[in-house]
C-alpha cells in the first residue's frame, strides 16, 4: 500500500526557495499534496502555481491582492478559495490538514506562521532564517513544546544536520565546532575604500547563486552569514565560540562538523537549494531533487581565506549580538532589514547598511523580560525599525 501524501503549505511560495521548493515537488507526485499557498506582491506567479497544483487555499496579504487572485482563479474555473492577512497565514501553518510548512517568506513578517506551524507540532522546513534570530529561545521553545521537528533549508545548516546523526541528543557529545562556509558574495576582492561607491545590481549579483534580492545583499556585506551564526548558534544549540566563519569561493562545501575526535566532516554538492530543500521534504529519506551532479573532475580546486574585517564589518556583529543583552539579535535584524530595503530603493549606500546596524545595536539596549512572549519581540522588532529609521535621517541631516 502507499504511504499517505505529504500534506504542505508553501509560505512564500512565489519566492526562489518558494519555487524551487514547487519545481522539486512537481517530480514527486506521488509523495506531496500541496495544500495552501502564499504569496505577497507577485500575484499573477502565485495564480499560475494555484492553477497547477490546486491547493485548498491561498494567502495574501490584502484583501485587495485576494480580491485579484480570487477573480483569476475564478474565471479559470478552480476551485481554490482565497484569504489575507497575517492571521490567515498563521492559520494555515498551524491548518490540521498540513502536515508540513515550507517557511519561505523572506524578513521577520515571517515568525508568526513559524511559531504557529511550531507550536501545533509540524515538520517546520526552516528556510527563513530571520524568523529564528528574531524569534531565538521563544521559538525553540515553541518547536519543543509543540512537538514539531524542525528541518533547516538554509545550505549551510543542513550541511551541519546532514553530518549529524538524527538521534538529536548525540550533538553535544560529539561537536566540536563548526565551520559555515561562505561564498565571499560579489565583493570579495574589492578594495574596502570603494564599497559606499556600489550599485544595487551590482550587490545582488551573486556569483553562486541565484536568491532573492534581500538574501544577496546580505551576501554581498556578509550579514547573511552573520544571520547564519546566530541561526545556528539555535538549531544546533552551540556557544557563540563555537561557530566559525570561512570564506569558499567555489560553494561546494556547503559547511563542517568538526568533531570531539579531530574529524571533520563535511557536505558537498553543487550550489543548488534543490538539493537542502528536497532533504527537508524527505527527511529521513533521500529523494530525487533534479539538482546538477558534482564533478570532481571537472572541479577547479577548492579555495579557503579568512573573512576581511575591513571588507565585511557586519560579521562580527553575529558575536556581539550573541552575547549582549537578550533582544540583541532581534534588534540587529530589524536594523538590517530597514538598512537593506533603504540600499536597495537607493535612499542609502553600500557601506551605511553597516553603520545602521551597528549604531542602531549601539542605541537601543533592549529590555526582554525572560518571561517574554511573541508580542514583546514584535514589539522590540517594531521599536529597532522606528530607531533605525531615525539614525538613518540623522545620518542624512
Ligand atoms: N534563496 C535562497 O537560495 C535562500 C534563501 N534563504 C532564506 O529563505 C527566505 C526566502 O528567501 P528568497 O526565496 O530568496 O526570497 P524571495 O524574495 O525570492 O521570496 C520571498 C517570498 O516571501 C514573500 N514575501 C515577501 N515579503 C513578505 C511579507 N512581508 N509577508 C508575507 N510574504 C512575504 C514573497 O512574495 P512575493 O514574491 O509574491 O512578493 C516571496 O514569496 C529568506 O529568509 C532567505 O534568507 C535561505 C537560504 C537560501
Ligand atoms: C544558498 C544559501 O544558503 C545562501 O545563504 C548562501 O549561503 C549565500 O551565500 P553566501 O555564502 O555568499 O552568504
Ligand atoms: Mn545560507
Known amino acids: 500500500m502507499n504511504a499517505p501524501r505529504q500534506r504542505l503549505a508553501i509560505l512564500g511560495a512565489t519566492g526562489s526557495i518558494g519555487t524551487s521548493t514547487l519545481d522539486v515537488v512537481a517530480r514527486h507526485p506521488d509523495r ?51 484569504q489575507h492577512g497575517a492571521q490567515a497565514l498563521c492559520e494555515l501553518a498551524a491548518a490540521d490538514d498540513v502536515d508540513s510548512v515550507m517557511a519561505a517568506i523572506v524578513g521577520a513578517a515571517g515568525l508568526p506562521p513559524c511559531m504557529a506551524a511550531a507550536r501545533t507540532g509540524k515538520r517546520l522546513l526552516l528556510a527563513n532564517k530571520e524568523a529564528l534570530v528574531v524569534g531565538g529561545a521563544l521559538f525553540m521553545q ?25 538521534d538529536r541528543s548525540a550533538w553535544a557529545r560529539r561537536i566540536d565546532h563548526i565551520i559555515l562556509t561562505a561564498s565571499g558574495g560579489p ?78 566532516l563535511a557536505q558537498l554538492g553543487t550550489p543548488d537549494m534543490k538539493v537542502p ?30 573573512p576581511d574585517p575591513r571588507r565585511f564589518p557586519g ?4 558575536w556581539d549580538a550573541l552575547r549582549g543583552p537578550e533582544g540583541s539579535t532581534t534588534v540587529l535584524n530589524a536594523a538590517n532589514e530597514v538598512a537593506v530595503a533603504a540600499f536597495l530603493d537607493g535612499t542609502i549606500g553600500f557601506t551605511a547598511i553597516h553603520t545602521l546596524n551597528a549604531r542602531t545595536i549601539e542605541r537601543l539596549e533592549p529590555r526582554l523580560s525572560p518571561t517574554h512572549t511573541l508580542e514583546d519581540l514584535i514589539e522590540l522588532d517594531t521599536q529597532a525599525r522606528v530607531t533605525a529609521h531615525e539614525l538613518m535621517r540623522e545620518l542624512a541631516a
Open 315 to 318: 560579521l562580527q556583529l553575529a
Open 32 to 82: 506531496f499534496e500541496v495544500v495552501g499557498l502564499t504569496s505577497y506582491q507577485r500575484t499573477d506567479l502565485l495564480v499560475q502555481q494555484c492553477l497547477q497544483f490546486r491547493p485548498r487555499v491561498a494567502v495574501l496579504p490584502t484583501a485587495e491582492r485576494a480580491a485579484e487572485v480570487r477573480a483569476a482563479l475564478k474565471a479559470a474555473g478552480s476551485a481554490t478559495e482565497v
Open 277 to 306: 530543500i528536497a532533504y527537508g521534504l524527505s527527511f529521513p529519506e533521500r529523494i530525487e531533487s533534479g539538482a546538477p551532479r558534482l564533478d570532481f573532475l571537472q572541479q577547479p580546486p577548492l579555495h579557503f581565506e579568512t
Open 142 to 166: 515553541a518547536v519543543k513544546t509543540g512537538g514539531a521537528t524542525l528541518l533547516p533549508i538554509d545550505s549551510e545548516h543542513s550541511a551541519i544536520f546532514q553530518c549529524l546523526p538524527e
Open 187 to 264: 565583493f570579495r576582492h574589492r578594495d574596502p575604500d570603494t564599497l559606499h561607491t556600489v550599485t544595487p545590481a551590482q550587490a545582488v549579483a551573486h556569483p553562486n547563486w541565484v536568491m532573492g534580492r534581500k538574501i544577496s545583499v546580505d551576501s554581498a556585506t556578509m550579514m547573511n552569514k552573520a544571520l547564519e551564526v546566530i541561526e545556528a548558534r539555535w538549531l544546533f544549540d552551540l556557544a557563540p565560540e563555537n561557530i566559525r566563519v570561512v570564506i569558499h569561493p567555489q560553494s561546494i562545501i556547503h559547511s563542517m562538523v568538526v568533531c570531539r575526535d579531530g574529524s571533520v
